[in-house]
């Protein structure tokens, strides 16, 4: 079992920044990739970010060159760091990892509301 838990969402004029993390405890000597996915209200969750255990990273376009991606692996963290933000932007973001014990079984974090004012 892999608990995760978000922190660092709020409210930010469009063009601002906000930093997302997401500590991870319990079955962390098996981690493998990590990540972020976000839902809009009545919009499917989808892909944000994700970082693997080797730091390969992987982004979805509408946040290329604006959104970046990191783990600690020694602290067992994610972080998210989101600049120029735009208010379709707003949603709310969870923390994802997957394990080596588990691959194809996604652990969820509760969820931080970004919202993004015009």
């Known amino acids: 079992q892999v608990q995760l838990v978000e922190s660092g969402g709020g409210l930010v004029q469009a063009g601002g920044s906000l930093r997302l993390s997401c500590a991870a405890s319990?079955?962390?000597?098996?981690?493998?990739?990590m990540g972020w996915y976000r839902q809009a209200p009545g919009k499917q969750r989808e892909l944000v970010a994700t970082i693997t255990s080797g730091s390969s990273t992987n982004y979805a376009d509408s946040v290329k060159d604006r959104f970046t991606i990191s783990r600690d692996n020694a602290k067992n963290t994610v972080v998210l760091q989101m600049n120029s933000l735009k208010p379709e932007d707003t949603a709310v973001y969870y923390c994802t990892a997957t394990t080596r014990v588990l691959p194809g079984y996604n652990y969820w974090g509760q969820g931080t509301q970004v919202t993004v004012s015009s």
């Open positions: 319990g079955a962390i000597f098996s981690l493998n990739t």
